[in-house]
């Protein structure tokens, strides 16, 4: 049933821009060291809601700088949209995590398809407690572990209160709230959590749904963080952008060097900058070293086939790509995500340039050093 | 003559399709359905209807959690809208001295069924859920805090803010469906009834009620279908935890909810086709209400008669 209504969405999206592509098929060529003009095409993708809000910025951006290409984006889900480019249904996939071994292998292997990490998100711990202020709540890997453990009951919790001299920390049960959909963001969390404690690792575990001890699940982001400001005494893991525009509490958080950071976009690009590089196995940067690195933060990715079939479509699609990891990615910037280290973008353009048609490379830019 | 007979012929043949594209599209239904499912089907086996575990991670998979849910928040419903969908039925269509006041609330019956129930969700989700922490739960515990039923902390979501959400949803149901029922019943029976110098209390309690009992039993098991299958409104205020409590301030999980939540981002046959399962778990509660009812009218059906 609900593939049935993304393949009808995915359609009428493909309609709609194939409506509009054609009139101005014809580009002017610009000179000098732009982005590469791409050819007249209308490109599809699908899949994780997390980065929606800057692939929306960034396809909108790009069409106005290149009228002839239009870029549509249904944001159905990291699971969905893996399924959708594997039926070959959309040009590109997006997903929180990369695929894995049985869904690189319903692709047809993995030499079949290139996966970049598109942009940069992290996390933060929301809270309603009334008279403790921003970033004076301070939480620790052992604390944040033992409060989604559930090891960690009341807000005088001693283990709290020995990080927060000076702070009054209310006698009042604490509320877990978590995201009850799959999600990347829960992958992220758990993740994080599995790298801090050994105990949730044996007894939890990582997962884009995990079976929570404590607790109770709300749907997506905005319900996650409504949820913890109607509730007095709740905490919860929420993409940084919400808590931003939402105006929430947040705790700092003890990275792996022993500092409190409050999370931020830049502790997000410190982190992923101390992997020298991230591939679609090796992609964790959770709990990353550095004096200023977030320690909840993720990649987003996106995914497509290495041999296109339409050279057209497969070029206007890498010189997108090609954009959206340069130039575009101070789209990113503007909805609260973090740009990407100069090293993965370098790596993803690398990739990239491994997308051919008909034998040929589609991608002319040249070779980042 | 001749065209009489060939149109009947054309019109038959039409029936016949629209009553073959009928078991048609419930045959692919239930294979759509059961297909997808088979991997899990075939792993937990009937295991699957009484394992408590839910874990994705360790892909572990059993049902029993949001039976319980669902049974539990469908119960609260039917026992809050019942009296009061059949007090209402029963005002509608017995009492003529408030005529005037028939008309909007019959209108208002209808507009309330006529909410989307994300709208009655966001509803739930802002307005009810701190009014049942703060005022409801508190008052419940203080009362009748002795069973455990209303013992634990309440948060404001759980089985009973879900129960009381599908209730508001099912009422119009239940009291447009009861009161139609009800104003079936022939007149000469009520008149007869009066005749004989019963009140109208008497007239309504061991005339119309008892004719009306098939109707109204088709009412609640209606009103049920609809509690059972609720998705949207009861995943904004049920909680969404996989436990099952006694307390009925506890978070929970529901059919819908868990297929509903987890669809997007399920990877893995197994996985899947669990939530698939829990489909066939959902359609076969709902074929036992079904047959419930069919066996229930039927039954109610023959005595009735005899007795009227």
Redesign the interface.
Known sequence: ??SVFVAAFVGAAMLLAACGGNSTANNPTTGGSGPPTPPGASLTGAGATFPAPFYDAARFAYNKLFSQVTVNYVA?????G?TQLTKKLVDFGASDVPM?A??LTSAGGSDKVVQIASTLGTESLAYNLSGVSNGQLKLTPKTIAGIFLGTIKNWNDPALAADNSGVTLPNQ?I?VVHR?????TTYIFTDYLSTVSADWKSK?????????PV?????GNE?VA??IK??PGAIGYVELAYVIQTNMTQASLQNHDGNFVLPSPDGATAAAGQFLAVTPTQFSIVDAPGKTSAPISGFSWLILYKDQGDKTKGTALVDFLDWLLTDGQQYAVNVHYSKLPANIVRDDIISLKTVISGGSTLLNVPAPS | MVRLVSGDRVFRVISYGAAALIMLIAVIFII?LVVPALPAITRFGLGFFTSR??????NQFGALTPIYGTLVTSSIALLMAFPIGLGAALFLAEDARLSLLRGPLSFLIELLAGIPSVVIGLWA??IL??LM?DKVDPFLQHTLGFLPLFRG?P???GFLTAGLVLAIMVLPIMIALSRDVIRAVPRELREASLALGATSAETIWSVILPYARVGITGAVLLSLGRALGETIAV??VI????QISASLFA?GYTLP?VI?????????NVYLGSLFYLGVVLVLITIVVNVLARLLIWRFSSSGRAAA
């Open positions: 049933m609900k159905v889900g990291s699971g969905a893996i894995n049985s869904e049960a509320s009850s959909d799959g999600s990347g939890v575990g990582k997962g884009k749904s995990v079976s929570w607790g109770q699940g709300a749907k319900a409504t949820t109607q509730t | 759509a575990t839910w874990d994705p991670v360790r989700f802002f859920t701190p922490r902390t948060s404001g979501y995943t904004m909680g969404n935890t996989m978070s909810s509903a939540n987890e669809f997007t981002e399920a990877t893995g």
